[in-house]
């Protein structure tokens, strides 16, 4: 997907997933992963339901390289959100509130 919030669109959030092993692009990077003996950085929109469907700009880190099969090590929350002229993220994230480095 793009980038969504430079197109304005807020379609993209119906791609919002969870930030852990039950999200479906994290599934495809814990295979490829472990496949590939990889760590992957995997950036998301995360869809937080404990949190009432917040969304969240997460990259969920997976190692496969000191873990077969592949896990999921943590995530990051962007504790930042810009505002550039009009583009404004804060209309569609929330900021992060863990320190960083967060399980």
């Not at 304005?8 to 039950?22: D, H, I």
Request: a negative charge; glycine letters at 6%.
């Amino acid at each position: 997907m793009p980038f969504a919030f430079c197109t304005r669109e807020k379609r993209w959030c119906e791609l919002a997933e969870e930030a852990s092993e039950e999200g479906s692009s994290t599934k495809l990077c814990l295979d490829l992963a472990t496949k590939h003996s990889l760590v992957i950085v995997n950036c998301i929109l995360e869809r937080d339901a404990k949190n009432q469907d917040t969304v969240w700009n997460t990259a969920v880190v997976v190692d496969g390289v000191n873990h077969q099969p592949a896990v999921v090590l943590g995530k990051q929350r962007k504790m930042h959100i810009p505002r550039v002229g009009d583009f404004n993220e804060s209309t569609f994230y929330e900021p992060g509130s863990e320190a960083h480095g967060h399980r």
